[in-house]
């Protein structure tokens, strides 16, 4: 570990740790009570505590002030997009389904049993199932995210990177609680409380309750305000019991969601632009709060969670084991088209719409368990090393309904899919730490995975379609299997108490996968095993008395058989497809305290991730749909445009984080100020490049302001205070229908220590 010499007072990290959990907190206090500049921060990337500038991964934070603050307003888990390099977050069902990017890696899938690059692992548990990873943000220590290939030191291997939260463990007596009230009647109340005896017993439990008003007006109705709003609650409860060498821990979580869909607006961009309009169409001001149309929309997620974590410390080594259940259920049902009627109906708009859309998603059942047997040694110095097993099993049920009509409570279609998929690994790491500063690591994995799938359409009575006749479609099965050995290597140079340098290379796997939405389709489709070939090289330092820290990264991948999914187009199907891709970038981060009571930070990335594949092609957006692909088309193949060359979808080439903080103090505690930003370049929606599916930028700030001493905090805040208004997905095959980003939000919060 290195030594990060000191040099700025408590109130600097007393500003750093303002709304962060209360452990968090202490723990920044006990930094700066000790004087240690801008403070080291900890991470776990390595399944082990060390410092953040001594790992050999690109690796980001975020705890403090900018988790407090962008959690602390109803925000669900898309809010952490843009707030550190390379990570972008979206969704096309709002708060239950998010879709992570890392790199430009990702995947736009919106299929309830979609495969993503990108782990999220939640207190060391790795949850696969999208309804899953949308867990609520509360009580927690930090959230990390690993850049590039995990797989030797975490249970599930992943070629793009992790999103790692650790919550809050039971340990210490004490707590904290705080409420918000805000704008459409955004509120939020957190809590966490926890006890400790001297025989070694404790327990934490924390809560949360999110909600907001229906604030969306559709003006197809006589009511006022239909849509927008949720209830959103989750708890968790540790039990933990320490007895010298060992730790046991049993952890119960739920979540309950109630709540609007998210919200499809027809036609918000004209032909041969991305630029948003109103209901009126060309020269009338997009108005976020107004909506036309005549579908049902609602949302329901259901998530439990049982597990078990065991630690002992035999001397030399410490064994760990992770044992974990997760159970859900999920309904949501939208208007799809966005609009009102059809153009052969009395009524229709706003704008263009060929034909009515309404469908419905359900996972009536998903089951995941997993188990992880995990040895570590102990040393700081010398060898080190870690090995483990892991086993995952997960059980999926997907029900998905079409609707002849807007309001119809029977199905005109039904289709069901049955997923079974199975995992195993064997991974380990060593490392040894040289004289002189050197650090070598490498490691390696033993992948298997296997996925059995079944998909039919027992339901059918809608009239016939060209590319769908009206007959049920009978079960359709598919097995996949996939194995690989993954490995990375990395060296790590301390040259000096101010510089390290690190240099990785890694070999990153993805499982096979299917895809059978039989809604509109009467195939379902396979993807092969994806393999990444990832090399970065970066620079990390701490100078001017640790006052400021700055991390440079560098790197490069090469994909192939990316896993991605062509979605819409004139059928409205989801399709498997594997092509090769390949990118590079930079990622800086910047960290400082320049003054008393004074902090900042800035991060930045460049990405460039591109389709390197000649022999890649999709379909474009649906016949219907008034769409200016700026792909060229295929010879022969009307509609069917190459993607070769083209940026990842939802991947921008240009992200920019900033924050800054500033208190005084005044009586018994500080005035304070903090505020943070993001941007993004442009974004396409799909895999083709279009004009109308894009969008150019995105720039979304906050600003909190108020008071607080050692036990209270009282604050006023705003999000999104420039009220950027920009689209952040399309559905392509109807009209110009598009999703827009969170409304600005302002209100107050206070909160009390105890």
Not at 36 to 50: N, P
Not at 187 to 196: D, F, I, N
Not at 369 to 394: K, V
Request: glycine residues 10%; contains cysteine.
């Amino acid at each position: 570990m290195r030594h990060l010499p000191s040099a700025l007072a408590m109130s600097v990290a007393l500003a750093a740790a303002a709304v962060a959990p209360a452990a968090a907190q202490e723990a920044s206090v006990v930094a700066a009570e000790e004087g240690s500049g801008l403070g080291d921060i900890v991470v776990t990337a390595q399944r082990r505590e060390e410092s953040l500038q001594d790992v050999p991964v690109s690796v980001s934070v975020l705890s403090g002030d900018t988790l407090g603050a962008i959690t602390s307003t109803g925000a669900d888990i898309r809010a952490l997009a843009g707030r550190v390099p390379s990570l972008n977050i979206e969704s096309s069902y709002g708060r239950s389904f998010p879709r992570f990017y890392i790199r430009g890696l990702g995947n736009t899938d919106f299929d309830l049993n979609a495969s993503q690059p990108v782990s999220l692992v939640y207190d060391e548990v790795v949850l696969e199932n999208p309804i899953l990873k949308g867990f609520p943000i509360f009580d927690l220590d930090r959230v990390e995210v690993l850049r590039g290939p995990q797989g030797t030191l975490f249970g599930r291997n992943t070629p793009a990177g992790i999103v790692k939260f650790d919550t809050v463990k039971p340990g210490k007596t004490g707590g904290y609680a705080r409420a918000s009230y805000g704008r459409y009647g955004t509120s939020q109340v957190e809590v966490a409380a926890g006890a400790a005896d001297d025989n070694g017993f404790s327990v934490r439990l924390s809560g949360l309750y999110q909600h907001r008003d229906d604030w969306v007006d559709n003006i197809a109705t006589t009511a006022k305000d239909d849509l927008g709003g949720y209830d959103d609650i989750a708890a968790r409860l540790q039990l933990q019991y320490e007895n010298g060498p060992f730790t046991g821990r049993v952890t119960g979580q739920v979540r309950v969601f109630d709540g609007s869909a998210i919200i499809f607006r027809a036609n918000t961009q004209l032909p041969g632009s991305n630029r948003l309009v109103g209901l009126g169409g060309a020269d009338t001001a997009f108005e976020r709060d107004k909506v036309w149309q005549d579908g049902i929309n609602f949302q329901k997620l259901n998530t439990y969670n049982a597990a078990l974590n065991l630690e002992y410390d035999f001397g030399a080594v410490t064994a760990y084991s992770i044992t974990s259940y997760w159970n859900g259920n999920f309904k949501s049902r939208g208007d799809i088209d966005g609009g009102f009627g059809a153009v052969f109906l009395p009524v229709s708009g706003p704008g263009l719409i060929p034909f009515a859309a309404q469908s419905q998603d359900n996972v009536p059942s998903l089951d995941q368990f997993t188990q992880e047997i995990r040895i570590a040694s102990n040393n700081s110095g010398g060898l080190g090393y870690q090995f483990g097993a892991f086993y995952f099993d997960e059980g999926l049920d997907i029900t998905s309904f079409d609707f002849g009509g807007p309001t119809d409570a029977a199905p005109a279609a039904i289709a069901v899919q049955r997923q079974d998929s199975e995992a195993y690994g064997i991974f380990g790491s060593v490392n040894y730490a040289f004289e002189g500063g050197l650090t070598l690591q490498a490691g390696a994995r033993y992948n298997h995975d296997t996925r059995d799938f079944v998909a039919a359409r027992p339901v059918e009575t809608r009239p016939i379609f060209v590319v769908n006749p009206n007959t049920p479609v009978p079960p359709q099965s598919a097995r996949v299997k996939g194995k690989l050995l993954t490995w990375d290597a990395s060296a790590t140079w301390e040259a000096s108490d101010a510089v390290t340098f690190y240099a990785r290379v890694a070999r990153g796997y993805r499982a096979p996968s299917v895809q059978g939405r039989l809604t509109f389709s009467r195939v379902i489709s396979t993807a092969d095993q994806e393999e990444t070939m990832s090399y970065e090289a970066g620079i990390k330092t701490a100078f001017l008395d640790d006052r400021v820290r700055f991390n440079l990264t560098g790197y490069y991948f090469d994909t192939k058989d990316l896993q991605l999914t062509a979605v819409g187009g004139t059928a409205n199907v989801a399709s498997l497809l594997n092509v090769d891709a390949k990118g590079h970038g930079i990622e800086a981060e910047l960290q400082a305290a320049p003054a008393r009571g004074l902090t900042f930070s800035v991060g930045g990335a460049w990405n460039v991730a591109e389709i390197d594949d000649a022999n890649a092609f999709v379909a474009g957006c649906g016949s219907a749909t008034p769409c200016t692909v700026l792909d060229p088309q295929r010879p022969g193949s009307p509609g069917i445009f190459s993607i070769d060359g083209n940026q990842l979808p939802q991947s921008p080439k240009w992200t920019l984080n900033a924050t800054a903080g500033y208190e005084i103090p005044v009586g018994d505690g500080a005035i304070y100020a903090f505020t943070d930003w993001y941007y993004r370049s442009k974004v396409q929606f799909f895999l083709y490049q279009s004009v109308e599916f894009s969008d150019d930028k995105m720039i979304e700030g906050g600003l909190r302001v108020g008071y607080r001493t050692d036990r209270f905090d009282v604050a006023a805040f705003v999000r999104n205070i420039t009220n950027d208004e920009s689209p952040t997905g399309g559905i392509d095959f109807n009209n110009l229908t598009s999703y827009v980003n969170e409304p600005r939000i302002w209100g107050v919060e206070a909160g009390v220590k105890f």
